[in-house]
């Protein structure tokens, strides 16, 4: 397995506007809420740098941001504990826990995100090295989540080719697809 | 099987920092097993700058009430009160803020791999990353150390990073580049036997003359200016200065000291502080208390009859011979800026950003960083800038900002345009707007109020402004702490903040202290005066009213500092009527919140600081590396490596025999034969090192061992010295019990 630390990342549609302190406030609520066994340590503001993280909730296993790389904003998932089975399996769940994150914040917050469209990185740049032979070790497990996620629409995966950052894939796929049909599709 | 690091850098990386940094990873292992305690382990991890982070008592306040937070590593601890699983800060020395563009990318990598992708540079030209897991930081050390970065005594009671003035060798105020120099102390002192047994911290810094700020020379534990006298270069020394709770002004040591004797006095001086600088009481432990307390002529003789003393070193001269091929060159030829097309706003960021060097034709450009706070990309964007326009000539400097040295003035806009494409090319550096604070709330146990918050705050508000504001407050300094001990540098500011709060209406309250008139410039050279606490909502008034009231009233050129000492504690108290008061909760609740925290205010979260380490006795601490050191003998057993686990164990015994003969006899040589001997005279002889039922049996391992040998590594003689080793360790430390000099 090439690594367990995935990243996703869905750009929103709507909502590009609210405040960081918005953010702030819904994400130190969903620590006050929180109830599972994954641990949701702390926010962080970071809206004072530009293209980078915008205010982050910070967890044991995995932070969640609103993140502004690439002046796109959207909500980054960023695993950082194993969890559980192999590759394709924690590809799937790192899609998964994004997609339910956005729609978390669609139902909170007036945002809407757009499904057609993700980040994918492997956060590792040793197991995973910004390569075509590791876009190749997961060419199989990423084609059946896409297959999944989008049915039979056409999808197109760039690999960013800049050698220093870490592996990138930019995923879109045809038509117009909410986050929660993504969901759907992957129950 | 996955890849990892250690394999992948082995020949990237020094042999010793290598081992060090396996060390460590053994250590971390050793603590997850139960064989090292807390204090121990949290001063061990100090050492390589593996900070704790607000929460990791595992409690979080919420904005109504604390939380615990249910780390899966349980009631396993990484330090006292510091939960095994709370994630840390890593801070990573920069000597004299000195950065390679490969370095730049490591940290970049680094920054996004183990952390949230954000780099902080700090007041003293560190860099800190946070949320950092441990068992993360063996990796990260490696890939660092495989550029030429060690984190070691980045924290913890030790010599911290050496800084140097960001401007050295192209400033046109300097006598001489103090670079090679504060490289080669930092390098002398780094791991030094004689700078491992402080009280507390000591911090060192280099300033290439006395007129400007850029050394602060004045408020570090030792402070060099440079200096010409007779034609011959040195140094006048100054020593015991300090922030803190309780700010000294550093004392003069000496009015010119030769650099042959530069690294043998701060050796001697480390002898002194470690001797008898306090150890019990660390709020008095800094060597500043120790010179108050000695007066400085005797802290002097004392010094002097330690240099007297001291074993000859070929490295306090050694450096002396490599000074001449420390040279910092250009990438581009010097040219000037005719005629290009200057793109608007590039003048308002010229005037604050760019410096002319001494040499012609040479600008320093600095990238002005809002809160010291740069991305993953940016920070690899801007090493492929560096790379286009300069060479390795990259400097982060204590106002929390880099700067690339040596750009042609030919390259100006063009490199300007560049850094707009990454949203780096923010002026003011240096002025009101450009604000300076320490992490404070956001991230630090000790943070009472937020200093991020606030900055930011300031720094939006007066970037507003900025074309209002009068000409006489332009280039004030502003530096906020989060709390009294002064991260934040706010005693050097003309506006300086720090973190405080009061109970008022039954609510905690966040407020500021304002100190206001302290001196940036001639190296830090007086700081300022306490007016009393603010609300820290009311702040960005206070600094209108202040400076309002100093561009109307002061007298023809009065300086800040001037203006204040004149209108003095009383009118200043009258010029801030009003802004003590806090509205009713009811009223106003925005009060009762810090800036950039939506939660309602409580210093119930505040955790023990790490900034005064553990004290651990030099022999614990020794004597905790040789059982690491058994312990990996133990892992090469395991590995089939007899050889290596034979010579691990007889190193695990060397050791501990020279961490007992060190308390009799400070320099004991570094080799083997010497070690035993020692040993053997001064704690077997003497039956010091004597168990009441076996004797000296024990002693006598490492005798057989030291004399052995061996024809053949089998597993069974690695295993009879792997056993022996620990036996020796343990009688080790009962032997130190006995002395009863814990």
Redesign the interface.
């Known amino acids: 397995m090439p690594t367990h630390k995935i990243s996703v990342k869905f750009y929103l549609d709507q909502g590009h506007n609210i405040a960081p302190e918005t953010w702030f406030k819904t994400f130190n609520n969903w620590i006050s809420a929180h109830n599972g066994a994954d641990v949701l340590l702390d926010v962080a503001d970071y809206s004072h740098v530009p293209n980078g993280p915008v205010t982050l909730l910070l967890g044991h296993e995995y932070d969640i941001s609103i993140d502004d790389t690439d002046a796109k904003r959207g909500l980054l998932y960023n695993r950082k504990q194993p969890n559980g089975g192999g590759f394709a399996q924690q590809l799937s769940a790192a899609v998964r826990a994004t997609c339910e994150t956005c729609r978390r914040l669609e139902t909170e917050e007036a945002v809407v995100f757009r499904g057609n469209e993700l980040r994918l990185i492997l956060n590792d740049r040793l197991n995973a090295p910004n390569t075509e032979n590791t876009h190749n070790a997961i060419k199989a497990d990423l084609q059946v989540l896409l297959q999944q996620l989008y049915n039979d629409s056409e999808v197109i995966a760039e690999r960013r080719k800049d050698t220093g950052q870490r592996f990138t894939l930019d995923i879109r796929a045809e038509g117009d697809w909410s986050v929660a049909k993504l969901l759907e599709n992957l129950s | 099987m ?4 250690k394999e ?1 850098l082995r020949d990237l990386i020094p042999e010793d920092l290598s081992a060090e940094i396996d060390t460590f990873e053994a250590q971390i292992e050793q603590k997850k097993q139960g064989q090292i305690d807390d204090r121990v382990f949290a001063e061990t991890r100090l050492r390589r700058g593996v900070y704790g982070q ?2 990791d008592n595992g409690q ?1 306040f ?3 009430v604390t ?1 615990p ?4 590593s349980g009631d396993l601890l990484k330090g006292p009160d510091t939960v095994w ?3 840390g800060m890593q801070r990573i020395k920069i000597p004299y803020g000195g950065l390679t563009t490969d370095q730049m ?1 490591v940290l ?2 680094i920054a ?2 183990y952390s ?3 780099l902080h540079i700090t007041t003293r030209q560190d860099i800190q990353i ?2 950092v ?1 441990i068992e993360d930081t063996p990796d990260l050390m490696r890939r660092l150390a495989a550029v030429g970065i060690t984190t070691r005594e980045a924290c913890g009671n030790s010599i911290r990073n050496v800084t140097a003035c960001p401007l050295s060798g192209v400033c046109h105020t300097e006598t001489f580049d103090v670079t090679p120099y504060s490289h080669a102390l930092a390098q002398f002192l780094l791991g030094h036997p004689d700078c491992q047994d402080f009280g507390r911290k000591f911090k060192i810094a280099f300033s290439g003359c006395a007129q400007e700020a850029c050394g602060l020379t004045s408020m570090h534990d030792m402070g060099m200016i440079a200096r010409i006298k007779d034609g011959k270069r040195g140094f006048e020394t100054y020593v015991g200065g300090g922030l803190g709770a309780v700010p000294h002004q550093a004392k003069l040591y000496s009015e010119f000291l030769p650099p042959e004797e530069l690294l043998p006095t701060a050796q001697a001086i480390c002898r002194v502080f470690a001797r008898l600088g306090e150890k019990t009481n660390r709020a008095r432990a800094r060597i500043k208390f120790l010179v108050a307390k000695l007066g400085i002529e005797e802290f002097i003789r004392l010094v002097e009859e330690e240099r007297k003393i001291l074993p000859d070193d070929p490295a306090w001269t050694a450096y002396l011979d490599d000074l001449d091929n420390y040279v910092e060159e250009p990438l581009k030829i010097a040219a000037p800026l005719n005629g290009v097309a200057r793109p608007k706003a590039f003048d308002t960021w010229a005037e604050t950003n760019i410096y002319k060097q001494r040499q012609e034709g040479y600008v320093v450009a600095t990238i002005c960083l ?2 010291g ?6 920070m ?1 964007n801007l090493a492929d800038i560096a790379r286009k326009y300069v060479k390795d000539t990259i400097r982060a400097t204590v106002e929390q900002n880099i700067i690339l040295r040596w750009v042609s003035e030919s390259d100006v806009v063009s490199l300007y345009n560049d850094l707009c494409e990454l ?1 780096l090319a923010e002026p003011g550096a240096g002025t009101i707007v450009d604000v300076t604070a320490c992490p404070g709330t ?2 630090c146990k000790l943070g009472i109020s937020s200093s991020r ?1 606030l900055a ?1 705050e300031l ?1 939006t508000q007066l970037a507003q402004q900025n074309l209002q504001l009068a000409d006489a407050i332009k280039n004030f300094r502003i530096k906020i702490s989060g709390c009294f001990n002064s991260c934040g540098q706010h005693h050097v500011a003309d506006l300086g903040f720090y973190g405080n709060s009061r109970k008022i209406n039954g609510y905690t309250v966040p407020h500021f202290q304002v100190v206001l008139g302290g001196q940036w410039t001639e190296n830090a050279a007086s700081y300022g005066l306490a007016m009393g606490a603010i609300p820290s909502k009311n702040i960005p008034a206070v600094i209108e009213r202040i400076t309002d009231n100093y561009v109307e009233n002061r007298e023809k050129d009065e300086s800040f500092q001037a203006y204040i000492q004149r209108i003095g504690k009383k009118d200043v108290k009258e010029l801030l009527q009003g802004l003590t008061q806090v509205p009713a909760h009811e009223i106003d609740a925005s009060y009762y919140t810090d800036w ?4 309602e205010f409580t210093i119930g979260d505040m955790g023990k600081g790490e900034c005064a380490g553990e004290v651990v006795s030099l022999v614990q601490f020794e004597l905790s590396g040789c059982e690491t050191e058994s312990f990996e003998s133990q892992i090469h057993l395991e590995e089939d490596d007899y050889e290596a686990a034979y010579k691990t164990a007889f190193n695990a015994m060397l050791h501990a025999a020279k961490a007992l003969v060190k308390t009799q006899f400070l320099d004991v040589p570094e080799d083997a034969d010497a070690i035993v001997e020692e040993f053997r005279t001064r704690f077997c002889d003497t039956e010091l090192f004597y168990n009441q039922f076996a004797g000296a049996k024990f002693a006598n391992y490492l005798f057989r061992v030291h004399e052995e040998e061996v024809a053949e590594y089998t597993r069974d003689i690695a295993h009879q010295v792997v056993e022996e080793a620990q036996l020796f360790i343990e009688e080790a430390y009962a032997c130190y019990g006995q002395m009863n000099v814990v």
């Open positions: 996955n890849a990892n690091w992948e607000r929460y979080r919420d904005g109504q939380k937070l249910q780390y899966p699983d709370a994630p990318e970049a990598d996004e791999e949230e992708g954000i946070h949320y897991h809002p809160l706070d740069i991305t993953s990309d940016q690899r949203e956001d991230t918050g930011a720094r950039g925290d939506i939660r």
